[in-house]
């Protein structure tokens, strides 16, 4: 938006020292002030937190007001921060900025509001410190209130449009990496992402990859890929849990053979999107890796080849796959479709051999073991270009999915079921509401706190479903750990406990 830290804060309390100059019921030559010991002063909160603040980077204004319950005035004789302000804690108070303020007064029955916000100075720490402060009220009798103040701070590496131009680069963090502007990897460069790595990437800011990008996460110290705002946008809601928090991972056309292990991508305006290159080499795997959330595609493949196994693909404004020409395979994978932040949302899958009128041979796209489904009707699309001999070549194998075939289409199906009754099953809820199938294939889709766990309820129609000729190598376990030996194991990437 523009305006940062203290102009905003200076702004948010020149109006609300306004607001309340306009709507006071009495002026200060009218007012009476009381100093009796019974004077009684209430605050709406006797703690503000701030959740994670990265150092350096400073925080999202938080809000208390302040009441004065009694009959007369009250007068402020100090209001201080008990650190003297060497905490990082910043108040701006009645529309007065600082960290000490004098003579502050409120009305009778009348009330003040006071915003606070912290910047924490580096402290040399892979983990994060707890600061604390106290803001310090004290009335004309002596006596003193208190307000506690704490944020947890977490020291990070700063990169301001980092471009990697090496041929073998490395990115190791052992604290987050705030991402200012885009990264760049160059043609010819390879950037490997370690283990445990958390990039944090501002409003805008992405990975552009020209050349080639390995990230090579674990299960227990996954590359993680995310917004840099930790605060909230409302007490349930971080901030984490909203789309376009950051842009994604653009893979050029000259970029190729890019892994992708073991990561979390979401919050962005785009997951991956791999442009226009030759769909005879590689240009990315994907394995147990998350691209959730996203206000545009999840993965876009445009006329390459791609292998994804045992990874999640969900809820994404403009589909969680979209496939155009080329030679994709998908194995035990979820495409799960419950977007939240719109109903005009794409379906999960979308594969074509045609786009702007130009053809684009679709060489192969299989599923094997895989759950693709969502709210809509029909949650698979596929468009063939009409009057042409480019190739259209698909297959479904041992899959759960949410679409409608013709009796022609059921060959491509092999070993399928068809998640399209969406209120077959009465929900376990105490009013036995029924509950739509396609949503308690999983464990929780939690559409009031924007939660989603993909993990199969027991019910699902997913379990057992699979076809163990596919479950191997990879996708042996499931993207945690589970193994798959049963001999009908679950489609999708998670493989129940049940």
């Not at 208190?146 to 020291?155: F, T």
């Not at 999640?312 to 496939?323: E, F, K, P």
């Not at 077959?424 to 889709?445: H, L």
Request: hydrophobic share 35%.
């Amino acid at each position: 938006m523009g305006l940062r830290k203290s102009s905003l804060f200076s702004v948010l309390g020149v109006m609300v020292c306004v607001v309340l100059c306009t709507v006071a019921s009495c002026s200060s030559d009218d007012e009476e002030f009381t100093s009796s010991p019974s004077t009684q002063i209430a605050f709406s909160a006797d703690t503000v937190s701030f959740d994670t603040v990265f150092t350096a980077v400073g925080s999202a204004t938080k809000v208390f007001k302040i009441y004065n319950p009694n009959n007369k005035g009250v007068r402020f004789t100090s209001v201080r921060l008990g650190s003297g302000g060497s905490s990082g804690f910043r108040v701006n108070l009645d529309g007065q900025y600082g960290t000490q303020f004098t003579d502050v007064e409120v009305y009778h029955e009348d009330s003040l509001f006071c915003f606070v916000e912290v910047t924490v100075n580096p402290h040399d720490s892979d983990s994060p410190i707890l600061i604390t402060d106290s803001l310090l009220f004290s009335v004309e009798n002596g006596r003193t209130f208190s307000v506690q103040l704490q944020a947890w701070g977490q020291d990070v590496v700063m990169m301001h449009a980092p471009r990697f131009t090496s041929a073998a680069d490395t990115l190791t963090a052992t604290r987050p990496v705030v991402v200012t502007d885009s990264m760049v990897i160059d043609p010819d460069a390879t950037l490997t992402i370690t283990a445990g790595t958390v990039l944090c990437f501002h409003k805008g800011a992405g990975i552009s990859v020209h050349g080639t990008i390995v990230c090579e996460g674990t299960r227990n110290q996954p590359v993680i890929m995310r917004g840099d705002r930790t605060d909230k946008l409302f007490p349930y809601l971080p901030y984490d849990r909203l789309d376009a928090q950051w842009e994604g991972i653009r893979l050029h056309p000259e970029s190729h053979d890019n892994r992708f292990t073991y990561c979390d991508i979401h919050g962005g305006t785009y997951g991956i999107v791999a442009e226009n290159a030759d769909p005879q080499q590689t240009k990315c795997s994907i394995e147990n890796s998350i691209l959730h959330n996203v206000a545009g595609p999840a993965l876009y493949l445009f006329n390459t080849k791609a292998d994804i196994a045992n990874s999640q693909i969900s809820n994404a404004l403009d589909g969680c796959a979209t496939v155009i020409g080329g030679n994709t395979l998908f194995t035990h994978c979820t495409l799960a479709q419950f977007y939240p932040w719109s109903s005009q949302r794409a379906p999960a899958l979308l594969f074509a051999n045609v786009a702007d009128g130009k053809e684009y041979p679709l060489l192969q796209i299989e599923f094997r073991n895989c759950v693709i489904t969502g709210y809509a009707g029909d949650e698979v699309y596929g468009a063939r270009m009409n009057d042409s001999d480019a190739a259209f070549n698909y297959m479904f194998r041992n899959c759960l999915v949410n679409t409608k075939i013709t009796d022609e289409e059921a060959e491509y199906f092999p070993g399928c079921l068809f998640d399209q009754d969406p209120r077959d099953r009465q929900s376990d809820s105490n009013d036995g509401t029924p509950t739509p199938r396609r949503e308690a294939n999983f464990v929780n889709i939690d559409t009031q706190n924007f939660y989603y766990d993909f993990r199969l309820d027991s019910l699902s129609a997913a379990r057992r479903l699979a076809d163990p000729t596919y479950s191997a190598g990879i996708c042996a376990t499931d993207m945690h750990g589970t193994l798959r030996t049963d001999g009908h194991p679950d489609a999708g990437c998670y493989q129940s406990e049940f």
